[in-house]
C-alpha cells in the first residue's frame, strides 16, 4: 500500500497503471524513469527549484568515488538496528541523486519484513537521474516543507543536511518510529573553508530538538579524506561554499595534485512521541 497523499487536497493517492491519482481526481503522471512529480506549480519558489545539474554531477562524481561511504555505511547500519521485525516504510528527505537511498534501500530489502523506501528532493534534475539508477526506490519530486505523505505513514526518516518542517515530519511519522539526521560538526571540511573565507570560522554546534520526538542517540564521525585536485573542485562545486567562492578558486583546487580535507559528522536518532500524536488532516 503506497504511503503518498495528493498535495493538492491531501486525500490519499494510489497507483492505476502509470497514473498516481485520488478519489478528487488529480493526477500525477509517473515519468518514464519511474518518478511522480508532486511538486505542483503554485509551491515552487523558482521555475527550477533545488541544485542546478553542475552542483549535481559534482555531487555524483565525488559520492562514486566513495568518498562519503563511511558516513553511508554507518548511518545504514544504525538503521538497520533499528528495524522492527515487520514490513517498514524509511524515507530519504533530500535524497539527491540517490546515494544514501540506495543503501538504505538495500537494508530494508535484507530486511525480514521488507518494505518500501522512499526518496524525495525538490530538484527534478536529481530525482530523475536517481530513479533512472535505482529502480527499487521510490522516488518522488516534492518539497520537505509540505511532504507527500498520509498521516503517521513512515517508520522512519533518514534527513542528511536537507531541510525539513518538523511538524510534517512529526504528522508522517507513526509513533515509535525514528528520524536519523546527519548536520556538520565543527571542524567539518575545515581545510576547504581556509580556500575560501580569509578567516575561517568552526560550525556552531546546533543542538537540536524537534517537537513531538526524543532525542535517543547522538555520535560523531570524523575521517581524513585525501583527495585529487579535482576531486576538491568536486567538492567545493556539492557545497554552499561555492556560492562564496571566488572564480579562480575552483581552478586552483583543480591544479593541485593533492588535498587532504577533515570530515565532521554529527549523527543523531530521535524517537517519534506517541503520547500527543494526534492525526492532522488538514496539514
Known sequence: MSCYQCPLCHLPLTLSGNVWSCERQHRFDCAREGYVNLLPVQFKRSKVPGDNQEMMRSRREFLDAGHY???????????????????????????????????????????????????????????????????????????????????????????IYAPCNPAEMSRTVKPGGRVVTVTPGPRHLYQLKARIYPQVMLHPFKDESFDGFTAKHTQSLGYRMDLTGEEAAALLQMTPFAWRAAQDVTARLSELAHFACETDFIIRVWRRDAADYIPDSTV
Open 69 to 159: 561511504q563511511p558516513l553511508r555505511d554507518r548511518v545504514v547500519e544504525l538503521i538497520r538496528d533499528l528495524l522492527p521485525a515487520r514490513s517498514v516504510d524509511w524515507l530519504d528527505i533530500g535524497c539527491g541523486e540517490g546515494y544514501y537511498t540506495a543503501a538504505l534501500a538495500a537494508a530494508v530489502a535484507e530486511h525480514p519484513g521488507g518494505g518500501e523506501v522512499y526518496g524525495l528532493d525538490i530538484a527534478k534534475t536529481a530525482v530523475r537521474a536517481a530513479a533512472r539508477r535505482y529502480g527499487q526506490v521510490r522516488f518522488c519530486v516534492a518539497s520537505s516543507q509540505r511532504l507527500p505523505f498520509t498521516d503517521a505513514a513512515l517508520d522512519g526518516i533518514l534527513r
